[in-house]
């Protein structure tokens, strides 16, 4: 079964260019459009979709709001984040409303389509360098954190997941991870895996928004 996309943007061209990419692929259909986050909320009701692509700056509702509703709805379809970067202060915004990810909107087909594709099977999509970038850019406005993480269940991680969770919040894949610890890719992934379920979080971006809020990495990157 094809991947339900959905694209909102109020640039149509950039829509008609995000629809042409989309419609190659044999996996992937476009399967509604809105021009901004009130619009996108409203075809939701009646449309099903499994994957939203959705701009930040938009008229009449943003898509950072609109993120953070659409969230909010039981079974809500994967947010996939656009920002220009240089412009947009929201992106970090969009990600604690529940967004799975975020991607440039220059971003090659080839890595739009990864993306895509990640978000659908419940992984979170953020390019580790990107990721890195984007918080160190957005650091000053996030709260400076405690030496000590408050987050009651931070405690429960074995030293092997914390060490795990601070290279993931510093935007490390994980392979990078399995280098770094020298261990497989299998296993972190399944370290990961623990994380996020006895963090009661929905995946790797919330990791990240989590780590940075309780200071448990600081701006820079660096481990609290």
């Known amino acids: 079964m094809a991947i339900r996309v959905m694209l909102v943007d109020d640039q149509a061209l950039l829509r008609t260019g995000f629809r042409m990419v989309l419609a190659a692929q044999p996996d992937m259909e476009?399967?509604?459009e809105a021009g901004d986050g009130a619009e996108?909320?409203?075809?939701l009701r009646s449309t099903a979709v499994d994957v939203v692509l959705m701009d930040v700056r938009m008229p009449k509702l943003d898509g950072v709001e609109a993120t953070s509703?659409?969230?909010a709805q039981p079974d809500p379809p994967k947010v996939l984040i656009l920002t220009t970067f240089d412009l947009d202060e929201?992106?970090?915004s969009g990600l604690k409303a529940g967004a799975s990810g975020f991607m440039l909107k220059?971003?090659?087909?080839?890595?739009?389509l990864a993306a895509i594709r990640s978000v659908h099977s419940g992984d979170a999509v953020v390019a580790p360098s990107t990721t890195r970038r984007l918080l160190d850019r957005f650091s000053p406005m996030l709260p400076s954190g405690n030496p000590e993480p408050q987050h009651k269940d931070v405690a429960r991680l074995t030293e092997r997941e914390r060490e795990v969770m601070l290279l993931v919040a510093q935007g490390l894949s994980n392979g990078e991870i399995a280098g770094r610890l020298v261990l497989s890719e299998a296993t972190v992934k399944t370290h990961v895996g623990r994380i996020?379920?006895?963090l009661s979080l929905r995946d790797r971006v919330q990791v990240v928004v989590l780590a940075y809020e309780t200071g448990l990495v600081r701006a820079g990157g660096g481990a609290g």
């Open 30 to 32: 476009v399967v509604a």
């Open 40 to 43: 996108a909320i409203e075809v």
């Open 69 to 71: 509703r659409i969230c």
């Open 90 to 92: 929201y992106a970090f």
């Open 106 to 112: 220059d971003v090659p087909p080839g890595e739009l």
């Open 196 to 198: 996020l379920t006895k």
